[in-house]
């Protein structure tokens, strides 16, 4: 469990890889298909997918290279680090797969193509948890098991991926001549992708300050915050599932200038995010306990330090839902700044200040309350920034009305 809640912030940054060029990508083509500009389009996309494969193998390989410095970076320790290695090396190099399905995923949301998305995900998803306890146990490979299963799942959802761009039911041809590094596409993808990138690496960086400040306190300290991490991921990942259903919507309507349309996106996305966000957070909270006892039977301590860590972290990730949609929001809508600040808030200018003074003054329940403390704070931050938003859409709604009177006269 330790070796696999170090590895963890590494793998982030590898999907933060992906989601740079394919959320990037994203928010540009729904826009331009919006404005009925396929051919641009299409170049966006094969740009995006080839450039997300290069950049992720030069990274694979240096991580390769300095994988030791890393994992005591992401909060190692002696008796965890053998393990750590075993695991992440599978893991980081059979990643690539991953990273070409994370843009996948981005691209083919973009064009509406959601059951695809899913089934690719599902299949690797479904099988990963098939194949895990064979590989762990029946057939004795123990952490290796893990990645190798890990990874295999991932080529599989590569497969549906190809599956579906050969059968030429994408709107995109994906051909490597339609690369474009043109100056205008570049920056499109980039200031979306960016500061999609750098709210990976501040989740990276986060559960590593978590990890080290919690491994001041023992074994099972640093143990339990890995099945936390990882629960809360699971929700949290519920809701950005859903929110590529609305990345697509709210860039078309706001690219053809229907705002009515974009306004009743955005008041869906948040009722049912938060629905959903309430409900997973009262279960995390009121069988916190019962959750734990899941991943170990006889660590009492851990279980005892996870089930304060996830009582907390279920209660704030009710308001998870109310932040997330508007991060997405102001980068569908291609205001780049705006959308890197909120998306840096959670885990990076409100967690960071927080990890860093409350463990000195209330010792370990200031890393388990680190993360619920941001997230309210961020929710806070929200609020203002979503009215400055609506009067902004507001009175763009009255301009774009007031020009087509003016051209019907």
């Known amino acids: 469990m330790g070796a696999v809640t170090v590895a963890f912030p590494l793998g982030q940054i590898v ?8 959320n990037g990508a994203a928010s540009y083509l729904s826009r331009l298909l919006g404005r009925g500009d396929k051919d641009t389009a299409n170049k966006v996309a094969s740009t995006a997918l080839y450039s997300s494969v290069l950049i992720g193998a030069i990274v694979i390989i240096c991580s390769v290279i300095f994988l030791k410095p890393i994992l005591r970076l992401t909060g190692a320790i002696e008796s965890v ?6 695991y992440t090396t599978i893991y980081i190099i059979f990643s690539i797969f991953n990273i070409f399905n994370v843009t996948m995923n981005n691209i083919v949301s973009s064009e509406g193509a959601a059951k695809t998305a899913m089934c690719a995900l599902m299949s690797g998803a479904l099988l990963n948890v098939i194949l895990d306890p ?13 990645a190798i299963a890990t990874a295999i799942s991932q080529i599989v959802s590569t497969l549906v991926y190809l599956g579906y761009i050969f059968s030429r039911k994408s709107v995109f041809s994906f051909h490597i001549k339609e690369c474009y590094f043109s100056k205008e596409i570049m920056s499109e993808i980039l200031k979306i992708g960016i500061p999609t990138l750098v709210f990976q690496i501040l989740t990276s960086l986060s559960i590593s300050m978590i990890n080290s400040a919690a491994k001041e306190y023992g074994g099972s300290a640093l143990a339990a915050m890995g099945p936390v991490t990882k629960i809360m991921s699971m929700g949290s990942l519920v809701v950005f599932g859903f929110l590529k259903g609305f990345q697509p919507i709210a860039g078309f309507s706001y690219g053809a200038k229907k705002f009515d349309r974009l ?14 966000c309430v409900i997973f957070g009262l279960i995390a909270a009121l069988f916190s306990t019962q959750i734990m006892t899941l991943f170990t039977k006889d660590d009492m301590e851990m279980i005892h330090i996870g089930s304060i ?24 809508l291609g205001k780049a700044k705006e959308g890197c600040f909120l998306g840096a808030c959670r885990q990076g200018i409100c967690f960071l200040p927080v990890i860093l003074i409350l463990p000195s003054v209330w010792g370990l329940n200031g890393v388990l309350y680190a993360q619920p403390i941001a997230d309210v704070l961020s929710a806070v931050i929200t609020a203002f920034m979503a009215v400055h938003i609506h009067r902004e859409l507001s009175a763009e709604s009255s301009r774009t009305l007031s020009a087509m ?5």
């Not at 306004?263 to 959903?276: G, V």
């Open 309 to 332: 860590a996830l009582r907390a972290n279920g209660l704030s990730f009710m308001l998870f839902g109310f932040y997330t949609v508007y991060s997405f929001l102001f980068l569908v």
């Open 134 to 146: 064979i590989f762990i146990y029946t057939l004795g490979f123990g952490v290796a098991g893990a």
């Open 263 to 276: 306004n009743e996106a955005i008041k869906t996305s948040i009722l049912w995010s938060t629905i959903f």
């Open 15 to 22: 999907v933060g890889l992906g989601l740079l060029f394919g």
């Open 405 to 409: 009177v003016e051209k019907i006269k």
């Open 81 to 86: 680090m053998p393990y750590a290695i075993t």
